[in-house]
């Protein structure tokens, strides 16, 4: 009976020493190549999605205001599904002050956009009004009295 504790008790210690073992020498990689590899999957594309208020567009590129301290630049795929004011649309319907969500890929800084959703309504620049230089003909009559009946 004794003998059959010690069995246990060493098949029990054995059990647990060597995983806790092999784990430790997994963990440290001795080589340059663990180093690359290591390097190679925080490179890889990740997941990313961001809301805010468009900022400016340009081409493809629409930069996003996430905080008043912060904004990031999302280029927009191709094939990007793109929807404005709940009805499918393109970038040129992007416009300043649009509140906006994107959905995409991070590879390292860039930003690639595979959804948007955008609400808001785009303004569209009116002629600029500039006073004249001179009257209306029709002012500098009545100002000389040549209107009025005698």
Do not use: C, W
Request: hydrophobic share 40%; charged share 15%; aromatic share 2%.
């Amino acid at each position: 009976m004794r003998l059959r504790r010690v069995a246990v008790a060493a098949a029990l210690v054995t059990a647990v020493v060597i995983p806790a073992a092999a784990t430790v020498a997994v963990a440290a990689p001795t080589s340059s190549a663990g180093h690359a590899a290591a390097y190679e999957a925080l490179s890889r594309p990740s997941r990313f999605s961001a809301t805010g208020t468009v900022a400016a567009v340009s081409g493809r590129t629409v930069t996003i205001k996430i905080s008043s301290k912060k904004s990031m630049t999302v280029t927009v795929t191709g094939n990007a599904q793109i929807r404005v004011n709940g009805k499918t649309g393109t970038v040129a319907d992007l416009g300043t002050g649009f509140s906006i969500t994107v959905n995409g890929t991070r590879s390292g800084s860039d930003y690639l956009a595979s959804r948007v959703e955008a609400r808001g309504k785009k303004t569209q620049a009116g002629p600029a009004v500039r006073p004249s230089a001179s009257a209306p003909a029709s002012h500098q009559a009545r100002e000389s009295g040549a209107d009025r009946p005698v």
